[in-house]
């Protein structure tokens, strides 16, 4: 199964292959915050420093969101990231 580490706590959780970020996040005791769970506020923009190629790319939507709050190309939503391979991220 796919592994996220967050490089700012070193936690790490293992994900389903082709699983939800937010639900593997809920399911456990990640160090993540979430806010509308629906792609529109921002809370949980992160930036993915290793394995963005892992992850099913984001919609011109999501992408538009998270770069109001990153400046990072590998900004993405916690809550709209599904995964497929391993990744390393920290909070934007």
Do not use: K, Y
Request: glycine share 12%.
């Amino acid at each position: 199964m796919p592994t996220v580490t967050f490089s700012h706590t070193g936690a790490t959780l293992e994900v389903e292959p082709g699983g939800s970020f937010l639900t593997a996040c809920e399911d456990s005791d990640a160090p993540a915050d979430f806010g509308c769970q629906s792609g529109a506020c921002g809370v949980c923009t992160l930036v993915v420093e290793q394995g963005a190629g892992n992850l099913i790319p984001g919609t011109e939507e999501e992408l538009e969101v998270a770069s109001q709050f990153s400046s990072e190309a590998t900004a993405r939503l916690g809550c709209q990231v599904v995964v497929n391979g391993d990744i390393t991220v920290r909070p934007a």
